[in-house]
């Protein structure tokens, strides 16, 4: 390439290179102007207007609804019977409207039933055996005593012969007292084991009364299982099945499933009075009162609210699941009407009223800021927004009310703090 060519194509890049150098200058200026003119543009997004309205100022609370009035039904607890657990053959539906007395649940009673049998037959073969041992008895005790009448008349007729020893030979007066005195020993000793044999007799006897007393507490025992397999209700209401542990997963019964005694499967429960359980922090203890009311929501039914009522709560806290620090304290409020869709069981959550205020200035509370513990709006004047003093009432979690520095109608900036110069203030 020759030296004209060189100077030819020199001067090119001399202005290329300067182009890139005044765009590398002035990118920041076009940034900032961008950035501003955005920030203009949506400034009509970022400003809210002061409006009149009713303020409410609530505590959600939450909690889990349950019945003031229920029946648990637990599986029998089966007497003087080693049972791991019973299937369950009939089962009344969840949600079925029961009257007092209305059948609830049959277990299968074939074990029951059979255990019942073989304590019966043990109980009447030992009713066989105390009366044959009472037949023995009696027999034995006539034969006894007719060998004591016998022993007695040869005792008579040894006396009587004993008389004649004045009238009979010496040998023959012998005979007659060793007749007597063999007649006085020999009824000496029927009469004690007379009193013996009837002592051995009777513990005998009774040793077989005790036994078949025992069998016949436990037939009684038996029969009074078999009678548990099926339970009634005791009280009219509608059935909720229980969640509970069911072989190795969590869930409610069903036909044919096993349940260990005792393990509360199912419950009757009056729907016209219920109840919802909720655990108060301890910083909300003191804004509380008996008799204070809330709306209550279902999780399950979001378009479902029904009043409540505060009806107690415990005066003793207990430490909470995070920390120990914070304690928590049990509550209860009662539910003002009924649904049919109200059940145990149910996640719910309360609004308790603590302020209601109607017709005041209401503005967002991230509108308002605080510079020295005095508050501060950004109220919007001709082209700008100028800081104004204002005097705050009472807030919640999303409002707070302007008892005054402001009116109806104003316009301020929605959130107080700000990339503005000025409005970063605390």
């Not at 300067?18 to 102007?33: E, Q, S, T």
């Not at 099926?230 to 997963?249: A, D, K």
């Amino acid at each position: 390439m020759d030296q004209a060519t060189l100077l030819r194509g020199k001067p090119g890049r001399i202005m290329l290179a300067g182009a890139a150098f005044l765009l590398l200058v002035a990118m920041p200026y076009l940034f900032a102007h961008f950035r501003q003119g955005q920030r203009a543009a949506n400034r009509g997004e970022s400003t809210v207007k002061v409006e009149r309205k009713n303020f409410g100022q609530v505590i959600r609370l939450n909690g889990t609804t349950q019945a003031s009035r229920s029946f648990v039904v637990l599986a029998p607890k089966l007497e003087g019977a080693q049972v791991g657990s019973m299937v369950i053959t009939k089962l009344v539906p969840a949600g079925t409207h029961v009257k007092k007395d209305a059948f609830l649940v049959e277990f299968d009673p074939q074990a029951q039933t059979k255990d019942y049998l073989d304590k019966k037959s043990s109980y009447e073969n030992l009713v066989g055996q105390v009366a044959q041992k009472q037949a023995e008895e009696d027999i034995a005790r006539a034969k006894d005593d007719t060998a004591m009448k016998q022993a007695e008349d040869e005792l008579k007729r040894a006396q009587l012969e004993l008389q004649r020893n004045e009238i009979v030979s010496r040998i023959d007066a012998e005979k007659n007292q060793e007749a007597l005195d063999e007649a006085q020993v020999t009824l000496k000793q029927l009469k004690q084991t007379y009193e013996l044999k009837r002592a051995a007799s009777a513990s005998t006897i009774r040793i077989q009364e005790i036994q078949r007393d025992r069998a016949l507490e436990a037939m009684r025992y038996a029969q009074g299982n078999a009678a548990k397999m099926v339970v009634h209700s005791p009280m009219e209401g509608v059935v909720v099945y229980n969640t509970i542990w069911l072989g190795g997963r969590m869930g409610t019964v069903q036909q044919g499933d096993q349940v260990r005694p005792g393990v509360p499967f199912l419950q009757v429960v009056d729907p016209s009075r219920m109840e919802v359980r909720v655990e108060l922090n301890q910083v909300d203890v003191l804004k509380i009162h008996l008799g204070q009311r809330a709306q209550m929501h279902l999780d399950a039914y979001p378009g479902m609210t029904l009043p409540a009522v505060l009806e107690e709560f415990s005066p003793l806290g207990h430490t909470g699941q995070f920390t120990e620090a914070v304690r928590s304290f049990a509550a209860l409020f009662s539910v003002q009407g009924t649904d049919p869709r109200l059940l145990p069981d149910l996640s719910a959550a309360l609004d308790l009223d603590l302020n209601t205020q109607n017709n005041v200035l209401v503005v967002p509370w991230q509108s308002i800021g605080a510079e020295a513990d005095h508050p501060f709006v950004w109220l919007k004047s001709t082209g700008s927004f100028e800081k104004r003093a204002v005097q705050m009432g009472p807030r919640n979690d999303l409002e707070a009310v302007v008892v005054s520095g402001l009116k109806e109608g104003d316009i301020i900036r929605r959130a107080a703090i700000e990339d503005e110069p000025g409005a970063g203030l605390q």
